[in-house]
Structures are given as structure tokens and as C-alpha cells.
């Protein structure tokens, strides 16, 4: 039997909307994607007939993400360096855990999000050409996404791909008919709007670095001047 990974005494690294993101405890060049505990018991709770007939729950769309991933690995794409790399499943204390492999920064630590890198140092043209180039190889390569975010898209810097941007999560279709996996139109539009949506969100972001707040007397946060 597979020995359990504890997690419950560890400090997530990073925190999405849906998951925690832990350092695999065997592996400092892996990481384990848990599932909130809160959300498996909400999603037990709103699962509808045919949800539970399936049997999934919760991990309706971790499997999804594998799906697509497999999918890239039978087109022989596996070794997309845009793609945060698949590397297994494991029981944890916390519930089913996903490995993946991590994504690092130039200092070794983790890769940075697009968030964080526009609110620290703002858009510049280099990184918006390096987004629509991502965009430009998801495109080319047809890869499903159910989410294209700030918060899901580092920017990683290791020897073997060079400085880059990834997509670390969303990997899925979450649409009923999966028509961003059979029509090649319904996608490229889709990914258009997905990317153009988030750009318009970093440069919200990027304006909000640069203009100055107005403090009352009272010490309360004022709005934006202009």
C-alpha cells in the first residue's frame, strides 16, 4: 500500500481559488496540488444526479486537467516548456493529491504570477509581446484550457528552456460540449477573448501602480486622483 503523504502540519507555498499548493516533502523539484477540504464537502453537497452517478466529486476537474495533459502527450507535445509538467497522483492526509513539476524562478525559488510581476515592476512592451507570444503557442498547439488568468501564468528562468512564461494550472474543458477541443474556430476565438480579457485586468493593474492615493485627514483611504 502507498504510503500517505502528510501535509496537514505543512504551510502551503501558494493558495489558489480551489487548491493549496504544497512542496512535496520527498522532492524539492516537486510540488503537490491538493484540493481544499472545504470544497470537496461543497461540492458533495451541490453535486447533481449525474455527478454522483459519476463518482468524481471534487475531483471531477482534476481529472479533466490529466485528460488534456495525456492528450498533449499523445499528440507528442509533452515536452511543451509553456506547460507545467504532469508528474503523477498521491494519497495525502489532505485528500488525492496532484504532482506536478515545479516552475522556478531565476533565484531557484518559485516562478512569479503575471499579478505579481505587473504590481511589482508593471507591463512593460517586453512582457506584453511574451504573452501574445504565449497566446501564439497555445494557439499552435491546441492546448484546451478551461481558465487563462494573471494568478495561473508565471514566469519562470532555468538552463534548460531559458526565461519564459507557463501555464501552471486550468489545463481543462469545462464546457458541457467540448467544443474548444473539436472546433478549431470556436477555440481561436475563445483564446482571443480569454488572453484579451486578462490584459485588460494587468493593465487595470499597471494603472493602479502608478496612480498616487489621496489620504484624508481622518486617515481613511481615499480614491485614485484623476
Known amino acids: 500500500m502507498p504510503q500517505l503523504v502528510e501535509l496537514k502540519a505543512a504551510r502551503p507555498l501558494a493558495s489558489g481559488a480551489y487548491r493549496d499548493v504544497f512542496q512535496h516533502p520527498g522532492d524539492?523539484?516537486?510540488?503537490?496540488?491538493?484540493?481544499?477540504p472545504?470544497?470537496?464537502?461543497?461540492?458533495?453537497?451541490?453535486?447533481?444526479?449525474?455527478?454522483?452517478?459519476?463518482?468524481?466529486?471534487?475531483?471531477?476537474?482534476?481529472?479533466r486537467e490529466i485528460e488534456k495533459y495525456l492528450v498533449l502527450r499523445e499528440r507528442g507535445q509533452h515536452d511543451l516548456p509553456f506547460i507545467q509538467h504532469f508528474a503523477g497522483i498521491v494519497e495525502t492526509d489532505l485528500g488525492l493529491g496532484?504532482?506536478?513539476?515545479?516552475?522556478?524562478?531565476?533565484d531557484g525559488g518559485l516562478a512569479p504570477t503575471l499579478a505579481e510581476?505587473?504590481?511589482t515592476r508593471g507591463l512593460d512592451p517586453d512582457l506584453v509581446a511574451r504573452i501574445d507570444a504565449l497566446r501564439d503557442d497555445v494557439i499552435r498547439h491546441h492546448v484546451v484550457f478551461g481558465d487563462i488568468s494573471a494568478?495561473?501564468?508565471?514566469?519562470?528562468?532555468?538552463?534548460?528552456?531559458?526565461?519564459?512564461?507557463?501555464?501552471?494550472?486550468g489545463l481543462n474543458d469545462r464546457?458541457?460540449?467540448?467544443?474548444?477541443?473539436l472546433s478549431v474556430t470556436f477555440y481561436r476565438a475563445y483564446c482571443d477573448?480569454?488572453?484579451?480579457?486578462m490584459m485588460d485586468m494587468?493593465?487595470?493593474?499597471?494603472?493602479?501602480?502608478?496612480?498616487?492615493?489621496?489620504?484624508?485627514?481622518?486617515g481613511r483611504q481615499g480614491l485614485p486622483q484623476g
Do not use: C
Open 28 to 36: 524539492d523539484g516537486l510540488l503537490i496540488k491538493v484540493i481544499r
Open 38 to 63: 472545504l470544497f470537496v464537502e461543497r461540492d458533495a453537497r451541490r453535486a447533481n444526479w449525474f455527478e454522483k452517478w459519476q463518482g468524481l466529486g471534487a475531483y471531477k476537474s482534476l481529472m
Open 193 to 197: 477573448r480569454r488572453f484579451a480579457r
Open 98 to 106: 496532484m504532482v506536478v513539476r515545479k516552475v522556478r524562478a531565476r
Open 117 to 119: 510581476i505587473v504590481r
Open 151 to 169: 494568478n495561473n501564468i508565471v514566469e519562470a528562468a532555468d538552463a534548460e528552456h531559458g526565461h519564459r512564461l507557463v501555464i501552471i494550472d
Open 175 to 181: 464546457l458541457w460540449l467540448p467544443v474548444n477541443s
Open 202 to 218: 494587468l493593465r487595470t493593474v499597471d494603472l493602479s501602480r502608478e496612480t498616487p492615493m489621496v489620504v484624508p485627514a481622518s
